[in-house]
């Protein structure tokens, strides 16, 4: 049987701390941490401020855009989530019917 200990003495670290510039690096993915970096949002969709939206959509369709997501979230392919696939097909489609410049 484990011999017990305070509950003060269990939550100390048992291991060495981290260097924070390691740390920092691994949480978001920096050149000094685990992982290739992520390419940054496009510059466009960053200041923009958005607006709820609940519409009902086919059920394949529905299937389909969320399968989209997951695969091209594990390859690492931008744009990869509903909110940005679903952004980047109506763009054109509102452009092109004069509902945007």
């Known amino acids: 049987m484990a011999d017990r200990r305070s ?8 291991t060495p701390p981290v260097d924070p510039a390691v740390e920092k690096g691994f949480v978001y993915r ?4 685990e992982g290739a970096a992520k390419p940054a949002a496009p510059a466009a969709t960053a200041n923009v401020a958005r607006s709820p939206l609940s519409t009902r959509i086919r059920t394949d369709f529905a299937t389909a855009l969320k399968r ?8 690492g392919i931008e744009p990869n989530t509903l909110q ?7 763009e054109p ?3 092109s019917n004069g509902y945007l410049p």
């Open 30 to 33: 920096a050149p000094g941490g």
């Open 84 to 90: 940005d696939i679903l952004e980047e097909a109506i």
């Open 7 to 14: 509950l003060v003495a269990g939550i100390k670290p048992a």
């Open 93 to 95: 489609w509102l452009k």
């Open 68 to 75: 989209a997501s997951l695969e091209r979230q594990l390859k």
